[in-house]
């Protein structure tokens, strides 16, 4: 079996190139990160099976980030029979450095022109038989979206694995020239492997060959006290990269003629990009333009009163057929007894199509649950199981299906056209300030989807103090699985004239306030506050693609389905065992819950959280409140579980019992805390010993304190929509202020050191 590894800039369509060279569905991102280990497939169209090795996206091979390190290791340790250098045609020359690199190495590459889809349209052309000839290897213009070339790709790929290959440089200076070949019949006569490859490197002075080879870097360090270059003095690595560039532009420019009519008058390119770019990432404008979307969305999953409908307008639907078409009660006992419309429900303003869809689906499972228990046998111990264990618990999981497709609908598009690699971008504009670089916010905003790879990708940050920072910060952004619970309190209730819509909104934006504040305070309380670089180029806006959208839907559905059938299951049984039961479990269930051993378990917990909702209406007060610390207990499984549970102990929309301030103090509480085990598992993962138990305690100890701010403020203004309106501005106050000190003290720095 062959061996072929895909190599490329971040963004030039690797992965894309990858599935469909595979048939797999790996995740298409727009931002770097996304793909931090190498992820392999098969080809199966050429007369041999193929292995495919998707790696990480890389600017040069340069041992600075782990990226560059996965990538060089794979192609100079593993040694694939061909390498595929994926090159993005409408930025030919930026692409062609790490080609260049590529080149020194003795494989077999081939280079595959991509976004030829987008060079034709936007009237650009590359001869590509020209830039072939001088690269030496063979060239295939390809489109990995549209799939086009692609077998002719693969088989040029083959002919070319067939052939031993020499490396090769571009390196054309004199001087420098003269001492690469002494290193490289040095290495020669050690017996190493791509002599040349290592021996650039040597002379730049790369870290990983220093230390392997510490007897030849004298050779370097005498020849550095005879040679003096004009411009670099003696620094041969950026002697190097400015060779490599000059040389990109002298000798591959003229394989590119340009389209005239998009040069402006600076003959730089406009595209169509550049242009919704002067709107979306315009300096003012791009952050409320950001908001405004993520309310749209929230709005359009969430919301009870579309459009405000209701509110603003004082629309309501009194008719029942119209009430019941909504919201798909009245339905519900509609196996038993045709026609049982509850008339005197009224509908205030339309819902939201996550609102709708959600109500009829929830219909549809619980007409099943009906359905099944009607078919047992009554007052059965496996009766219970079945019904009030296994099925409700999986009811709850399952009934949030459609809005939690429905928002990571509007994510995957955002996220394939190529906006939210612009909200990283304009974010890194706006966090720097706070310590904070794009690179790091990257798995934060993959944090609204899964915590799990998002602290995976903080592997990116290069600093170890930054990445602690980030893991720490995660649990600020909602995940997906929170969502339920947030759904589920913001259809309880209008509390202070707010909605769900409207709650739900204010918890993730509540979340990136306490992220932006909390950065700041972890930047001013560091020592090292150093920020990775910011390096990421903006892909070109385009329709997002049905294929990819649907995948990244399923991925999210499979892995939801995967939890709520095995994980959440397992504890739904545990749960139903512990609240059926009492410690004398041999005695049988027990007829009233609270005598549960669950009940104990929570009772002993609610002093520990009494603080956080002791008023009337609290959460800590009042017989429901062992309900609230139970769920708590089985939202360390899974942040589902929290609703799973809630609904199994009889907590429901009709039966929750808490007024605002309380209901935001849970909520809070269950943002903020110790994320699932999954998680946990993944912070261990990335943190070694005492960062790791310290990010637990910094977990816990923000989501009590910050829980318990948010109850007491909240019931001391009583109106929770105000205290939550105080704290925000409260929040951007201390943040804007401490921007200005924090600048200040930069300008300080600077002006001290120029001194
Ligand atoms: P990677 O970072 O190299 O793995 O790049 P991805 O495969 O994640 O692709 C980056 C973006 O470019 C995605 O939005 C893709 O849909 C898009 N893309 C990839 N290949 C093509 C192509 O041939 N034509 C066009 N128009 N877009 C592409
Ligand atoms: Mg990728």
């Known amino acids: 079996m062959k061996n072929f590894a895909l190599a490329g800039n971040p963004n030039s369509g690797k992965t894309t190139l990858f599935n469909s060279l595979t048939g797999a569905t790996a995740h298409v991102g727009n931002w770097p990160g996304v793909t931090v280990d190498k992820r392999e497939g098969q080809y199966k169209k050429l007369e ?15 041992p600075y980030t782990p990226e560059e390190v996965i990538s060089r290791n794979y192609i100079l340790d593993e040694k694939p029979d061909c390498v595929i250098n994926i090159v993005d045609a409408t930025n030919l020359e930026r692409n062609l450095y790490l080609t260049t690199q590529l080149l020194e190495i003795d494989v077999p590459v081939v280079v595959a022109l991509n976004m030829s889809d987008v060079m034709r349209k936007s009237g650009d052309k590359i001869n590509v038989s020209e830039l072939s000839k001088k690269l030496g290897v063979p ?20 002919e070319a694995s067939k052939v031993k290959r020499v490396g090769k440089t571009i390196i054309e200076n004199k001087d420098l020239s003269h001492l690469i070949k002494d290193v490289v019949i040095a290495f020669k006569g050690k017996g190493v492997e791509n002599p040349l490859f290592h021996a650039i490197k040597l002379v730049e002075k790369d870290e990983i060959e220093t230390s392997n080879h510490p007897d030849l870097i004298g050779m370097v360090e005498e020849f550095k006290n005879t040679f003096e270059d004009d411009t670099f003095g003696n620094d041969f690595e950026a002697l190097i990269a400015d060779t490599r560039y000059k040389y990109i532009s002298k000798n591959y420019s003229t394989a590119i003629s340009k389209n005239p009519a998009n040069l402006d008058s600076n003959h730089q390119k406009v595209t169509k990009s550049d242009k919704i770019d002067k709107v979306l990432t315009h300096r003012i404008w791009a952050i409320p333009i950001f908001i405004v979307i993520m309310f749209i969305i929230f709005h359009v999953t969430f919301s009870e009163d579309i459009l405000f409908m209701h509110r603003i307008f004082g629309l309501n639907i009194t ?7 909504f ?26 199509i996550g609102v709708f869809l959600q109500s009829w689906f929830g219909w549809a499972t619980g007409s099943l649950i009906d359905l099944v228990g009607g078919a047992m046998p009554e007052g059965t111990w496996y009766t219970s199981l079945i019904c009030d264990g296994i099925l409700t618990g999986l009811d709850a999981v399952l009934s949030f299906i459609p809005q939690i497709l429905i928002l990571f609908l509007f994510i995957a598009i955002l996220e394939d056209s190529g906006y939210m690699a612009r909200v990283a971008f304009i974010l890194d504009r706006a966090f720097r300030k706070f310590g904070l670089s794009g690179k790091a916010f990257i798995p934060m905003l993959s944090g609204f989807g899964c915590s799990v790879p998002a602290i995976m990708a903080t592997r990116t940050l290069e600093n170890e103090k930054e990445k602690n920072r980030t893991i720490r910060l995660m649990t ?126 929570g009772r002993g917990l609610r002093y520990f959280y009494y603080p956080l909702g002791c008023f009337e209406n609290g959460w800590t007060n009042g017989p429901d409140s062992w309900k609230y610390t139970s769920s708590i207990i089985t939202g360390l499984i899974a942040k589902e579980d929290v609703v799973a549970t809630m609904e199994q102990l009889g907590l429901t929309v009709e039966t929750i019992a808490l007024n605002g301030a309380a209901a935001y103090s849970f909520a809070v509480y269950n943002l903020f805390t110790l994320p699932c085990f999954a998680a946990i598992g993944a912070a261990h993962g990335e943190q070694k010993g005492k960062e790791f138990w310290l990010t637990l305690l910094f977990w816990f100890a923000m989501s009590y304190g910050i829980s318990l701010v948010v109850y007491f403020v909240g019931e001391l203004y009583v109106v929770a929509l105000w205290a939550g309106i105080l704290v925000t501005i409260v929040l951007i106050g201390l943040v804007v202020a401490a921007g200005i000190i924090v600048s200040r003290r930069h300008k300080k720095a600077e002006i001290t050191v120029q001194a």
């Not at 041999?48 to 340069?62: K, M, R």
């Open 48 to 62: 041999e099976v193929v292995n495919i090795v998707d790696l990480p996206g890389i600017y040069s091979l340069s």
């Open 139 to 158: 060239v295939v213009e390809i489109s990995a979206l549209k799939e086009e070339n692609l077998d002719l790709l693969m088989t040029e790929a083959y």
């Open 319 to 325: 008719n029942p057929t119209a009430i019941n078409f």
């Open 327 to 352: 919201t798909g009660m009245g339905y519900e006992g509609m196996l038993e007894e045709a026609g049982g419309i509850a008339a005197d429900v009224a509908l205030e303003g339309v819902p939201s």
């Open 476 to 601: 600020c952004f909602s995940c997906g699985a929170k969502a339920p619970i947030w759904a589920l309190l913001g259809a309880i209730g209008t509390w202070a004239g707010m909605d769900g819509g409207l709650f739900v909104f204010s918890i993730y934006v509540g979340g990136i306030a306490v992220a932006i504040v909390l950065a700041l305070f972890m930047k001013l309380f560091s020592k090292d506050t150093y920020v990775s670089p910011f390096i990421m180029e903006l892909p070109s806006y385009h329709l997002p693609q049905f294929r990819n959208v649907m995948a990244h839907l399923w991925e999210k559905l499979k892995h939801y389905l995967t939890k709520a059938a095995t994980i959440i299951a397992a504890c739904t049984i545990v749960i139903w065992f512990l609240s059926n039961f009492s410690w004398a479990f041999w005695n049988g269930m027990v007829e009233d819950i609270g005598d549960s051993i669950l009940a104990d378990l």
